[in-house]
Protein backbone atom coordinates (compact mmCIF):
# COMPACT_ATOMS: atom_id res chain seq x y z
CA UNK A 1 0.00 0.00 0.00
CA UNK A 2 1.05 3.40 -0.70
CA UNK A 3 -0.65 6.72 -0.25
CA UNK A 4 -1.94 8.26 -3.95
CA UNK A 5 -2.26 12.17 -4.36
CA UNK A 6 -5.43 13.14 -5.91
CA UNK A 7 -3.94 13.62 -9.40
CA UNK A 8 -2.32 9.84 -9.25
CA UNK A 9 -5.69 8.42 -8.78
CA UNK A 10 -7.11 10.63 -11.34
CA UNK A 11 -4.09 9.51 -13.62
CA UNK A 12 -4.89 5.82 -12.69
CA UNK A 13 -8.71 6.40 -13.74
CA UNK A 14 -7.60 7.93 -16.87
CA UNK A 15 -5.16 4.97 -17.91
CA UNK A 16 -7.56 2.36 -17.16
CA UNK A 17 -9.29 1.02 -20.14
CA UNK A 18 -12.42 -0.01 -18.18
CA UNK A 19 -13.08 4.02 -17.01
CA UNK A 20 -15.40 6.21 -18.58
CA UNK A 21 -12.85 9.45 -19.53
CA UNK A 22 -15.56 11.73 -20.06
CA UNK A 23 -17.35 11.19 -16.64
CA UNK A 24 -13.80 11.55 -15.19
CA UNK A 25 -13.66 14.67 -17.23
CA UNK A 26 -16.52 16.00 -16.18
CA UNK A 27 -16.10 15.14 -12.45
CA UNK A 28 -12.40 16.90 -12.39
CA UNK A 29 -14.41 19.92 -13.94
CA UNK A 30 -16.86 20.17 -11.27
CA UNK A 31 -13.93 19.97 -8.79
CA UNK A 32 -12.26 22.77 -10.55
CA UNK A 33 -15.45 25.01 -10.84
CA UNK A 34 -16.39 24.26 -7.29
CA UNK A 35 -12.39 25.70 -6.54
CA UNK A 36 -13.21 28.74 -8.44
CA UNK A 37 -17.01 29.57 -6.88
CA UNK A 38 -15.62 28.62 -3.81
CA UNK A 39 -12.84 31.38 -3.44
CA UNK A 40 -13.03 34.15 -1.31
CA UNK A 41 -11.24 36.98 -3.14
CA UNK A 42 -13.74 37.55 -6.38
CA UNK A 43 -14.29 36.46 -9.97
CA UNK A 44 -10.90 36.40 -11.49
CA UNK A 45 -8.79 35.83 -8.24
CA UNK A 46 -10.74 32.95 -7.78
CA UNK A 47 -9.75 31.18 -11.09
CA UNK A 48 -6.40 31.96 -9.98
CA UNK A 49 -6.64 29.95 -6.79
CA UNK A 50 -8.79 27.56 -8.64
CA UNK A 51 -5.72 26.77 -10.90
CA UNK A 52 -3.23 27.26 -8.05
CA UNK A 53 -5.25 23.98 -6.40
CA UNK A 54 -5.15 22.28 -9.50
CA UNK A 55 -1.30 22.86 -9.74
CA UNK A 56 -0.96 21.13 -5.87
CA UNK A 57 -3.52 18.33 -5.98
CA UNK A 58 -3.55 17.20 -9.58
CA UNK A 59 0.15 17.83 -11.42
CA UNK A 60 0.33 14.11 -11.40
CA UNK A 61 -2.26 14.40 -13.81
CA UNK A 62 -1.75 17.80 -15.66
CA UNK A 63 0.54 20.77 -15.07
CA UNK A 64 -2.60 22.62 -15.81
CA UNK A 65 -6.21 21.73 -16.71
CA UNK A 66 -6.60 20.14 -19.75
CA UNK A 67 -8.95 21.49 -22.60
CA UNK A 68 -11.43 18.48 -21.79
CA UNK A 69 -11.70 19.63 -17.83
CA UNK A 70 -11.04 23.46 -18.41
CA UNK A 71 -13.44 24.45 -20.94
CA UNK A 72 -16.55 22.62 -19.36
CA UNK A 73 -15.43 24.31 -16.03
CA UNK A 74 -15.45 27.50 -17.73
CA UNK A 75 -18.89 26.91 -19.19
CA UNK A 76 -20.41 26.35 -15.91
CA UNK A 77 -18.77 29.68 -14.75
CA UNK A 78 -20.68 31.63 -17.55
CA UNK A 79 -16.72 32.55 -18.53
CA UNK A 80 -15.87 30.93 -21.09
CA UNK A 81 -13.26 33.28 -22.75
CA UNK A 82 -9.67 32.90 -23.82
CA UNK A 83 -8.06 35.19 -21.33
CA UNK A 84 -9.79 33.46 -18.67
CA UNK A 85 -8.14 30.08 -19.93
CA UNK A 86 -5.29 31.65 -20.96
CA UNK A 87 -5.10 33.08 -16.92
CA UNK A 88 -6.14 29.42 -15.35
CA UNK A 89 -3.47 27.55 -17.54
CA UNK A 90 -0.56 30.06 -17.27
CA UNK A 91 -0.85 30.78 -13.19
CA UNK A 92 -1.12 26.61 -12.75
CA UNK A 93 1.87 26.29 -14.77
CA UNK A 94 3.77 28.93 -12.73
CA UNK A 95 2.73 27.30 -9.69
CA UNK A 96 4.02 24.10 -10.91
CA UNK A 97 7.05 25.74 -11.37
CA UNK A 98 7.50 26.87 -8.31
CA UNK A 99 7.14 23.82 -6.39
CA UNK A 100 9.84 21.94 -8.96
CA UNK A 101 11.79 24.65 -7.43
CA UNK A 102 11.13 24.29 -3.93
CA UNK A 103 12.91 20.47 -4.51
CA UNK A 104 16.09 21.87 -5.45
CA UNK A 105 18.70 21.28 -2.89
CA UNK A 106 20.10 25.18 -2.95
CA UNK A 107 18.34 28.26 -3.18
CA UNK A 108 19.35 32.02 -1.83
CA UNK A 109 17.24 33.96 0.48
CA UNK A 110 16.24 36.45 -2.08
CA UNK A 111 14.98 33.50 -4.53
CA UNK A 112 13.02 32.23 -1.16
CA UNK A 113 11.90 35.79 -0.53
CA UNK A 114 10.19 35.90 -4.50
CA UNK A 115 8.77 32.69 -4.24
CA UNK A 116 7.45 33.58 -1.06
CA UNK A 117 5.96 36.82 -2.14
CA UNK A 118 4.29 34.76 -4.92
CA UNK A 119 3.02 31.55 -2.81
CA UNK A 120 1.42 33.95 -0.05
CA UNK A 121 -1.61 36.02 -1.63
CA UNK A 122 -2.99 32.22 -2.64
CA UNK A 123 -2.18 30.83 0.42
CA UNK A 124 -5.89 32.56 2.03
CA UNK A 125 -7.55 30.43 -0.61
CA UNK A 126 -6.29 27.48 -1.40
CA UNK A 127 -5.18 26.11 1.93
CA UNK A 128 -2.70 23.14 0.43
CA UNK A 129 -0.33 26.36 0.01
CA UNK A 130 -0.29 27.10 4.06
CA UNK A 131 2.17 24.65 5.06
CA UNK A 132 4.50 25.95 1.90
CA UNK A 133 3.99 29.73 2.60
CA UNK A 134 5.06 28.65 6.28
CA UNK A 135 7.88 26.49 5.05
CA UNK A 136 9.31 29.46 2.62
CA UNK A 137 9.23 31.69 5.62
CA UNK A 138 11.17 29.42 7.86
CA UNK A 139 13.72 28.91 5.13
CA UNK A 140 14.03 32.45 5.03
CA UNK A 141 14.38 33.40 8.50
CA UNK A 142 16.94 30.93 8.93
CA UNK A 143 19.35 32.83 6.72
CA UNK A 144 18.10 36.10 8.54
CA UNK A 145 20.14 37.04 11.34
CA UNK A 146 17.95 38.74 13.16
CA UNK A 147 14.88 36.52 12.85
CA UNK A 148 17.64 33.64 14.41
CA UNK A 149 18.42 36.00 17.43
CA UNK A 150 14.53 36.57 17.74
CA UNK A 151 14.24 32.97 17.93
CA UNK A 152 16.96 32.25 20.18
CA UNK A 153 15.44 34.94 22.79
CA UNK A 154 11.85 33.01 22.56
CA UNK A 155 12.41 29.56 22.38
CA UNK A 156 12.22 27.39 25.41
CA UNK A 157 15.15 25.13 26.54
CA UNK A 158 14.14 21.44 24.69
CA UNK A 159 17.31 19.93 25.82
CA UNK A 160 16.20 17.11 27.58
CA UNK A 161 13.22 16.61 25.24
CA UNK A 162 15.85 16.34 22.14
CA UNK A 163 18.34 14.47 24.18
CA UNK A 164 15.44 11.80 24.48
CA UNK A 165 15.02 11.77 21.03
CA UNK A 166 18.55 11.31 19.91
CA UNK A 167 18.94 7.93 22.27
CA UNK A 168 16.95 6.16 19.96
CA UNK A 169 13.81 6.88 21.75
CA UNK A 170 11.73 8.24 18.73
CA UNK A 171 12.54 5.50 16.23
CA UNK A 172 11.17 2.96 19.24
CA UNK A 173 8.26 5.19 20.03
CA UNK A 174 8.98 5.59 23.54
CA UNK A 175 10.24 8.64 23.61
CA UNK A 176 8.41 11.20 26.72
CA UNK A 177 6.37 13.52 24.66
CA UNK A 178 6.79 17.53 24.91
CA UNK A 179 4.94 18.70 27.76
CA UNK A 180 2.22 21.58 26.87
CA UNK A 181 3.74 24.66 28.62
CA UNK A 182 7.02 23.90 26.01
CA UNK A 183 5.00 23.17 23.36
CA UNK A 184 2.68 25.94 23.42
CA UNK A 185 5.90 28.55 24.10
CA UNK A 186 7.42 27.05 21.12
CA UNK A 187 5.27 27.36 18.86
CA UNK A 188 4.62 31.17 20.41
CA UNK A 189 8.00 31.86 19.51
CA UNK A 190 7.56 30.04 15.55
CA UNK A 191 5.03 32.16 15.26
CA UNK A 192 6.89 35.29 16.34
CA UNK A 193 9.30 34.48 13.97
CA UNK A 194 7.73 34.36 11.23
CA UNK A 195 5.88 37.40 11.64
CA UNK A 196 8.63 39.24 12.10
CA UNK A 197 10.00 37.99 9.01
CA UNK A 198 7.03 38.43 7.17
CA UNK A 199 7.42 41.98 7.86
CA UNK A 200 10.77 42.30 7.29
CA UNK A 201 10.77 41.11 4.01
CA UNK A 202 7.77 42.88 2.70
CA UNK A 203 8.54 46.68 3.41
CA UNK A 204 7.26 47.18 6.88
CA UNK A 205 10.64 47.43 8.40
CA UNK A 206 9.31 49.55 11.59
CA UNK A 207 6.42 46.46 12.37
CA UNK A 208 9.51 44.39 12.34
CA UNK A 209 11.52 46.19 14.52
CA UNK A 210 8.56 46.69 16.75
CA UNK A 211 9.04 43.00 17.37
CA UNK A 212 12.63 42.94 17.78
CA UNK A 213 12.33 45.51 20.19
CA UNK A 214 9.76 43.98 22.43
CA UNK A 215 12.46 41.11 22.86
CA UNK A 216 15.69 42.31 23.03
CA UNK A 217 18.69 39.74 23.21
CA UNK A 218 20.96 39.66 26.07
CA UNK A 219 24.84 40.25 26.01
CA UNK A 220 26.75 37.47 26.36
CA UNK A 221 28.26 37.44 29.69
CA UNK A 222 32.18 37.16 29.79
CA UNK A 223 32.20 34.65 32.75
CA UNK A 224 29.56 32.28 34.68
CA UNK A 225 27.70 33.98 37.09
CA UNK A 226 27.78 32.30 40.78
CA UNK A 227 23.91 31.17 40.42
CA UNK A 228 23.95 30.26 36.90
CA UNK A 229 27.26 27.99 38.06
CA UNK A 230 25.51 26.62 40.86
CA UNK A 231 22.56 25.60 38.84
CA UNK A 232 25.01 23.94 35.65
CA UNK A 233 26.37 21.97 39.00
CA UNK A 234 23.57 20.60 40.34
CA UNK A 235 21.30 19.72 36.79
CA UNK A 236 22.37 17.53 34.72
CA UNK A 237 19.73 18.97 32.10
CA UNK A 238 21.83 22.23 32.63
CA UNK A 239 25.30 20.42 31.81
CA UNK A 240 23.76 19.00 28.53
CA UNK A 241 22.53 22.03 27.71
CA UNK A 242 25.85 23.50 27.84
CA UNK A 243 27.92 20.55 26.23
CA UNK A 244 24.98 20.60 23.42
CA UNK A 245 25.73 24.40 22.78
CA UNK A 246 29.51 24.02 22.83
CA UNK A 247 29.05 21.25 19.86
CA UNK A 248 26.99 23.28 17.79
CA UNK A 249 29.28 26.46 18.13
CA UNK A 250 32.23 24.18 16.89
CA UNK A 251 29.92 22.13 14.17
CA UNK A 252 29.05 25.80 12.71
CA UNK A 253 32.70 26.83 12.85
CA UNK A 254 34.17 24.07 11.41
CA UNK A 255 31.11 23.79 8.35
CA UNK A 256 32.20 25.05 4.81
CA UNK A 257 29.09 26.23 4.04
CA UNK A 258 27.89 27.81 0.47
CA UNK A 259 25.46 30.39 1.70
CA UNK A 260 27.46 32.87 3.78
CA UNK A 261 24.13 34.43 5.25
CA UNK A 262 22.86 30.73 6.48
CA UNK A 263 26.47 30.34 8.49
CA UNK A 264 26.05 33.92 9.80
CA UNK A 265 22.59 33.70 10.91
CA UNK A 266 23.39 30.26 12.57
CA UNK A 267 26.47 31.69 14.38
CA UNK A 268 24.54 34.47 15.59
CA UNK A 269 21.51 32.03 16.99
CA UNK A 270 24.23 30.14 18.77
CA UNK A 271 26.07 33.55 20.34
CA UNK A 272 22.30 34.78 21.32
CA UNK A 273 21.51 31.50 22.67
CA UNK A 274 24.34 31.27 24.69
CA UNK A 275 23.55 34.41 26.71
CA UNK A 276 19.94 33.19 26.80
CA UNK A 277 20.83 29.93 28.39
CA UNK A 278 22.68 32.12 30.91
CA UNK A 279 19.93 33.99 31.87
CA UNK A 280 18.01 31.02 32.71
CA UNK A 281 20.70 29.14 34.63
CA UNK A 282 21.45 32.20 36.38
CA UNK A 283 17.48 33.18 37.07
CA UNK A 284 17.29 29.24 38.36
CA UNK A 285 20.50 29.05 40.46
CA UNK A 286 19.02 32.40 41.90
CA UNK A 287 15.98 30.81 42.89
CA UNK A 288 16.78 27.14 43.89
CA UNK A 289 20.00 28.66 45.75
CA UNK A 290 19.40 31.67 47.57
CA UNK A 291 22.34 33.86 48.58
CA UNK A 292 22.25 35.47 51.93
CA UNK A 293 22.85 39.17 51.34
CA UNK A 294 26.29 40.52 51.11
CA UNK A 295 27.81 41.12 54.79
CA UNK A 296 29.58 44.50 53.46
CA UNK A 297 27.11 46.01 51.72
CA UNK A 298 25.25 48.93 53.04
CA UNK A 299 21.74 48.53 54.63
CA UNK A 300 20.00 50.63 52.30
CA UNK A 301 20.86 48.01 49.07
CA UNK A 302 20.01 45.06 50.93
CA UNK A 303 16.47 45.20 49.27
CA UNK A 304 17.86 45.81 45.98
CA UNK A 305 19.99 42.61 46.09
CA UNK A 306 17.30 40.98 46.86
CA UNK A 307 15.12 41.77 44.22
CA UNK A 308 17.46 40.51 41.56
CA UNK A 309 15.93 37.43 41.90
CA UNK A 310 12.58 38.78 40.62
CA UNK A 311 13.93 40.96 38.17
CA UNK A 312 16.13 38.11 36.26
CA UNK A 313 13.50 35.74 36.31
CA UNK A 314 11.19 38.19 34.35
CA UNK A 315 14.19 38.90 32.18
CA UNK A 316 14.85 35.21 31.42
CA UNK A 317 11.25 34.04 30.98
CA UNK A 318 8.81 37.53 30.20
CA UNK A 319 7.08 36.77 33.33
CA UNK A 320 6.54 35.47 36.56
CA UNK A 321 3.78 33.35 35.37
CA UNK A 322 5.44 32.16 32.30
CA UNK A 323 8.45 30.91 34.06
CA UNK A 324 6.21 28.93 36.57
CA UNK A 325 4.92 27.21 33.41
CA UNK A 326 7.80 26.38 31.77
CA UNK A 327 9.68 24.36 35.15
CA UNK A 328 5.81 22.83 35.85
CA UNK A 329 6.05 21.39 32.22
CA UNK A 330 9.97 20.56 33.09
CA UNK A 331 8.59 18.43 35.99
CA UNK A 332 5.77 16.73 34.11
CA UNK A 333 8.42 15.95 31.36
CA UNK A 334 10.76 14.64 34.06
CA UNK A 335 8.33 12.36 35.33
CA UNK A 336 6.88 10.82 32.74
CA UNK A 337 7.01 6.58 32.48
CA UNK A 338 8.66 4.80 31.20
CA UNK A 339 11.96 7.03 32.10
CA UNK A 340 14.53 6.94 29.21
CA UNK A 341 17.19 4.67 30.72
CA UNK A 342 19.76 7.03 29.98
CA UNK A 343 18.37 9.63 32.67
CA UNK A 344 17.07 7.31 35.30
CA UNK A 345 19.79 7.99 37.03
CA UNK A 346 19.44 11.81 37.65
CA UNK A 347 15.73 12.03 36.84
CA UNK A 348 14.68 11.95 40.52
CA UNK A 349 17.62 14.83 41.69
CA UNK A 350 16.55 16.68 38.56
CA UNK A 351 12.85 16.65 39.60
CA UNK A 352 13.84 17.58 43.36
CA UNK A 353 15.51 20.45 41.90
CA UNK A 354 13.12 21.56 39.19
CA UNK A 355 10.11 21.67 42.26
CA UNK A 356 12.96 23.39 44.30
CA UNK A 357 12.93 26.46 41.92
CA UNK A 358 9.21 25.83 41.14
CA UNK A 359 8.51 26.49 45.28
CA UNK A 360 11.41 29.59 45.39
CA UNK A 361 8.98 30.98 42.61
CA UNK A 362 5.78 30.77 43.94
CA UNK A 363 6.55 32.02 47.12
CA UNK A 364 8.18 35.01 44.82
CA UNK A 365 4.56 35.68 43.16
CA UNK A 366 2.54 35.01 46.62
CA UNK A 367 4.62 38.08 48.56
CA UNK A 368 4.24 39.87 45.27
CA UNK A 369 0.57 39.55 44.75
CA UNK A 370 -0.32 41.93 47.16
CA UNK A 371 1.48 44.57 45.74
CA UNK A 372 -0.52 45.73 42.61
CA UNK A 373 -2.12 48.53 41.10
CA UNK A 374 -4.11 49.60 43.91
CA UNK A 375 -1.64 49.86 46.14
CA UNK A 376 1.22 52.03 43.87
CA UNK A 377 -1.59 53.96 43.25
CA UNK A 378 -2.09 54.27 47.00
CA UNK A 379 1.36 54.56 47.55
CA UNK A 380 2.09 57.56 45.06
CA UNK A 381 -1.08 59.29 46.75
CA UNK A 382 0.72 59.43 50.01
CA UNK A 383 3.39 61.03 48.50
CA UNK A 384 1.60 63.50 46.81
CA UNK A 385 0.16 64.47 49.70
CA UNK A 386 3.23 64.29 51.91
CA UNK A 387 4.06 67.42 53.42
CA UNK A 388 7.45 69.38 52.06
CA UNK A 389 8.89 69.51 55.70
CA UNK A 390 12.82 68.59 54.09
CA UNK A 391 12.55 71.58 51.62
CA UNK A 392 11.88 73.78 54.55
CA UNK A 393 14.84 72.78 57.28
CA UNK A 394 17.31 73.92 54.43
CA UNK A 395 20.16 72.75 52.76
CA UNK A 396 21.58 69.18 54.18
CA UNK A 397 24.71 69.17 56.46
CA UNK A 398 27.84 69.17 54.36
CA UNK A 399 29.69 65.41 54.30
CA UNK A 400 32.85 64.43 54.93
CA UNK A 401 33.13 63.58 51.16
CA UNK A 402 31.98 67.31 50.44
CA UNK A 403 34.58 69.20 52.82
CA UNK A 404 37.71 66.46 51.34
CA UNK A 405 36.02 68.08 48.06
CA UNK A 406 35.97 71.51 48.73
CA UNK A 407 39.81 71.26 50.49
CA UNK A 408 40.91 69.90 47.04
CA UNK A 409 39.57 72.30 45.01
CA UNK A 410 41.22 75.05 47.23
CA UNK A 411 44.60 73.80 47.22
CA UNK A 412 45.30 72.52 43.57
CA UNK A 413 45.60 74.72 40.60
CA UNK A 414 41.82 75.29 39.28
CA UNK A 415 41.52 73.93 36.00
CA UNK A 416 40.82 76.76 32.96
CA UNK A 417 37.57 78.51 33.46
CA UNK A 418 36.57 77.32 36.70
CA UNK A 419 37.70 79.48 39.75
CA UNK A 420 38.11 77.94 43.72
CA UNK A 421 34.55 77.85 45.67
CA UNK A 422 32.67 79.08 42.30
Known amino acids: MREHTPGELAAELMRDPAGDEA ?25 IAAAAAWACH ?36 KVVELIDRLELAYRTRTELIEDW ?3 EPLAADVPA ?41 ALLGTAPVLDEARTAHL ?52 QDAVEDLAAQRAATAAEDSADPELLHAAASYLAAR ?45 TLERAAQTLEGQIHYQLQQPVPAHRRATTGAESDLLNRALGALEHARAAGAAFDEEDIRARLQEVMTRPATAAAAGPPAPTGHDAAHAQALAAGPAPYGVRPGS
Open 117 to 119: HAV
Open 23 to 47: RLSEQLAGWLYRRNAEAQQGLELGW
Open 58 to 93: MRALAGCPPPSVLTPSLQRAGELDDPTADLVVTTAL
Open 129 to 169: LTPMADWLLDQIALRDAHAQQLRAVLEPDLTDYLRDRRTGG
Open 187 to 238: AQAREAVRAYTAAAHSGREPDARQILDAFPVSARALSTSGPAAAWRESSATA
Open 274 to 318: EAQLHLVHDALGRLAFPAPVPRDLPEALAPVAAAQTHSRVIEAFG
